[in-house]
């Protein structure tokens, strides 16, 4: 009787002394929930507090605000956050939930607010513009500093359209090529089909570079705890078990659990070295990434599919990230606890995919923007990967500049389109338009060149073209332009083609110029380096094409197409600097050439030697 009557209180005061204990850590946290907080709360906080105190001073060029408003803009930024910084949303798995608020507005379609917000549904008196990214285009600042919101008030004030320009923010955090792709098609099955899409991307594919989003294994462990209890329920002789797993989980959310977990693991960090507390860049497997680089251009593919079919506009830029190209000794954001956080899968990426570009190029509608940031030598990112309020108005104008010199912006809708048809037109389309196969040009042996700031020579290198002379162009040490000029002729106004042969070497650029004799014009710039062209439209020229194709191991063929209103004029060749500059004094690559031809039609046809000199050597063409 004694026994029992020990035990009995022996039970009584460890219960009595756990609700205690549990009282008291539940006390605890209550007046100081800053020991609740996770390793990257905590992280994220001392981000936060570095804006009181060694950042303080960006706080107007990085997020375009008051410094007397920045604990505003953060109270508001949290408070979304604990309503719920995603919410789910059939098919792409998250989203944003709506909000309104003085830094932070979210529709409850999906956009993002910029500035001058467009109206919902869109009104087809406005050129309308989707743009679909991850964080980097939702944006990490106000509403106004983000790139949607910055490309809308460049474009209105350099496109004299007879309608305004409305772009709209459709980027979500975590969203990669995939979920954009399908949130442009769930856009389309609501009825809202803009005149333009454009999709930011890079950073995030290789993030989540087995094709994962960021929740996949949360619906999949809610998704696994459903199946095994419902599989539980089909037999009676297991119905009636407990469910342990739910006490298991009351027990760990006891105070008292919680605090024994929160001292444990400060008690680790204490006692582990300065090299394991510091954050260690990740290993990347390159191999790892070359899936994620597939399935961007099968989503890039299917994009613009649908969008030809829908008679929108597609374009697609590569974003900057810090990993590639970018001096990290100016990133002053960067936490040396957090460092990239995984985002050194971008670095390298970038690399396999400048690797492909330079063997591949795409079409006029892709926009490589991922070293635009490496002679920088000022702060472009805010924290370990997003962009600071002026960077992504740089960004913002480095794609309007496209837009615009390539033609896939107008005042007229009906020339978007047509300039859309033309850059994703299959090679049986563009052959649709009647070529001659004559070479146009007056003379294409070395005598036949004019020369501005150049010297030219004919070398024994071999080339794509059996028995024509290669012929090596180089750039004079004067600061000025450097080209050289062939003529050409025809009957009539119409379609031409201007093509030409060119050794590519890594560290040069060419622009290459098709005029006629009535003041209008057809440019375009190529950067060996990357593979990236851009293209400006001169007076009354139109249906611009430029196309760069693979000749023979290192040498391509450029051509670049347009409709002009005269029937003769000139064709330069212009070497340029990587950076695009045209006129220099510091030395550049040599290029080689061979083979120029001017052509009536959409596109560059065999090579066939020049009529006169055809006629004056007695060769077969």
Known sequence: MFFEFEWTFFLLGTLLTLVFLNFACWLTFKCRPVLLRTENERLSLDYFSRFEG???????????????????????????????????????????????????????????????QGPWPIRRDALNIFFFGGSTTVNVGPDWTSIPSYLQEI??????????????????????????????????????APDMVIFLDGVNDFYFFDGRP????????????????????KWSILAGRPKWRLLSEFVLSLPLCRAIDALGERLAKRSAKADEVLYRPIPVDPDSLLPAIDRYFDNKRQIEAISKEYGIGAVFVWQPTPAYKYDLRNHIALSRHYGLGGHERSGVGYGLMAQLLVSSPLANNFIW???????????????????????????????????????????????????????????????????????????????????????AECVTERGPLEAEPVIRLMASKNRSEHYAVLSWSAQESGLYTFSVYIRRDAKAAVRVQLHDDRGSAAIADYMMHSGVFSTIRVGQSSGLNFTVGQAMESWVRLALTANLPGSKGNVFLQLIKSDGATNFADPVPDVLIQGPMVEVGSAASSYKRPAKRESIDGLPA
């Open 54 to 116: 060694d950042l303080k001073r960006y706080i107007p060029d990085w997020f375009d605000i008051k410094a007397e408003d920045w604990p505003e803009f953060v109270a508001e930024g949290n408070s979304a956050i604990a309503r719920g910084g995603h919410v789910y949303d059939p098919f792409m798995e998250v989203r944003h939930p709506p909000s309104v608020g003085r830094f932070h507005n979210f529709h409850p379609d999906r956009f993002r607010f910029v500035r001058e």
């Open 155 to 192: 474009l209105n004030k350099r496109v004299a359209a007879d309608r305004p320009i409305r772009v709209y923010n459709f980027g979500c955090g975590s969203y990669f090529s995939t979920q954009e792709r399908i949130l442009f098609q769930q856009l389309l099955l609501d009825g809202a």
């Open 214 to 233: 960021s929740i996949a294994g949360f619906f999949k462990h809610a998704l696994d705890t459903h199946n095994q209890d419902n599989e539980q329920a």
């Open 369 to 455: 923007l991922a070293d635009i940031q490496e002679n920088e030598q000022q702060a472009l990112y805010l924290d370990n990967m997003h962009y600071t309020s002026k960077f992504s108005q740089d960004i913002a104008g480095h794609i309007a500049d496209a837009l615009i010199s390539r033609g896939l912006i107008s005042s007229n809708e009906s020339f978007v389109r047509e300039r859309f048809d033309r850059v994703l037109a299959t090679p049986a389309q563009a052959d649709a338009v009647v070529r001659d196969g004559l070479n146009r040009i007056a003379g294409s042996a070395l005598k036949d060149y004019q020369l501005a700031h150049l010297r």
